[in-house]
């Protein structure tokens, strides 16, 4: 069966990814995603780019959409002229820094996708949200009230 991040995982994993982004200098939006691209969490510091909010859906929904970090996406298809004007011209299509895969027990089971700053500064607000929440997802989760962890069946 397959599993999804829990609202409430998707909750911390934004706010410390945008408190971070504030920290950094960089007011950034942050969503999360469920395994199968649903929005789950949503935040957006103020003075963060209106687009912003787009735009880190959209990162979060190619990560979980394609398993894999958006950045890396472009690396492995840069070289494809075909398959990368294909991509681009899927609406929603992100295809740079700042969409990261959630894991769980080796499952993908969201992402989080992060736009404001730089393109390295969203990935690594991307990275500080979950890292916020692995401690929880390794079994600490007992506290949110979610006896079977962060990731729900």
């Given amino acids: 069966m397959r599993r999804d ?9 934004v706010e410390a990814a945008v408190s971070h982004g504030l920290r950094i200098g960089a007011p950034v939006a942050a969503a999360v995603v469920d395994g199968s691209a649903r929005l789950t969490a949503f935040l957006r510091s103020g003075g963060a780019f209106v687009r912003s909010t787009e735009i880190a859906v959209n990162k979060a929904e190619t990560a979980a959409g394609f398993r894999m970090e958006t950045g890396a996406l472009y ?6 002229a075909a398959v ?38 969203d990935i690594e607000c991307a990275r500080v949200g ?17 006896e079977r962890g962060l990731a729900d069946d």
Avoid at 8 to 13: D, F, M
Avoid at 75 to 80: A, E, I, R
């Fill in 84 to 121: 990368l004007e294909g991509l681009r011209s899927l609406p929603g299509a992100a295809l740079f820094g700042g969409g990261v895969p959630i894991m769980f027990a080796d499952e993908v089971i969201g992402a989080i996708g992060v736009s404001g700053g730089s393109e390295d500064q």
């Fill in 130 to 146: 979950i890292a916020a929440i692995e401690t929880l997802l390794a079994g600490e989760s007992q506290a949110f009230g979610n």
């Fill in 75 to 80: 690396g492995m298809l840069k070289d494809n």
């Fill in 5 to 13: 991040i829990d609202f409430r995982a998707a909750h911390i994993c």
